[in-house]
């Protein structure tokens, strides 16, 4: 296990009795990431059940350390949940966690990019920027399409522009562009609306 992780649930089960490993997780995700109910990652990566996920949030309700807004279905950490986490080391902790998971992004979406040029400048440049998994998400379904839309017009022997080196990619945040659907010979907008 990572040993940043390993010493962020040393820190945490030292202050709590009553958390469980799936608390701390759902907890640390609504302080550091988004406040929308339930994290996907947990059950896919983890294998965590869905009745389990649903359990905690009521563990966490219990012990007063998050609220719940069942119109707007959103999580908000209160005073007593984030004292677990407001000290230089989880913030560190929480740090070297999301550089592994954004990392780990990086190397997917390079796996996938045609133009293998600028890998330092680009992996540089894709981890300055605050992606959530929803962006990162979009960004690799974008480049999807887009990968498919150049070997489509290839195929045809018909002119589409080459792919500009990731890190040019990045910085104009070229996912947001449309392309034409190849099916129905309509402009999608990919990105955001």
Same mark, same amino acid.
């Given at each position: 296990m990572n040993e940043y992780i390993t010493q962020f649930l040393k820190m945490i089960f030292a202050k709590t009795n009553t958390l469980?490993?799936?608390?701390?997780?759902?907890?640390? /995700?609504? !302080?550091? /990431?988004?406040?929308? !109910?339930?994290?996907?990652?947990?059950?896919?990566?983890?294998?965590?059940?869905?009745?389990?996920i649903s359990n905690s949030y009521d563990n966490l309700r219990n012990e007063n350390l998050i609220t719940f807004d069942s119109n707007s279905k959103t999580v908000t950490v209160k005073t007593k949940g984030q004292k677990f986490f407001n000290n230089k080391i989880s913030?560190?902790?929480? /740090?070297?966690?999301?550089?592994?998971?954004r990392e780990k992004w990086f190397d997917k979406l390079w796996a996938v990019y045609p133009i293998k040029i600028g890998k330092k400048k680009s992996k540089e440049l894709f981890l300055s920027i605050n992606f959530t998994e929803e962006m990162f998400n979009l960004v690799m379904s974008s480049i999807d399409k887009q990968v498919k839309y150049k070997a489509h017009m290839d195929a045809k022997n018909e002119f589409y522009p080459q792919f500009k080196h990731l890190e040019r990619w990045i910085k104009n945040e070229e996912w947001d562009n449309e392309v034409p659907d190849i099916n129905t010979k309509k402009v999608i907008t990919l990105g955001r609306n």
């Open positions: 469980t490993i799936i608390d701390v997780l759902v907890l640390h /995700f609504h !302080m550091n /990431f988004k406040q929308e !109910m339930y994290h996907v990652g947990l059950g896919k990566k983890y294998g965590i059940r869905d009745v389990d913030k560190k902790i929480a /740090f070297h966690i999301l550089k592994d998971v």
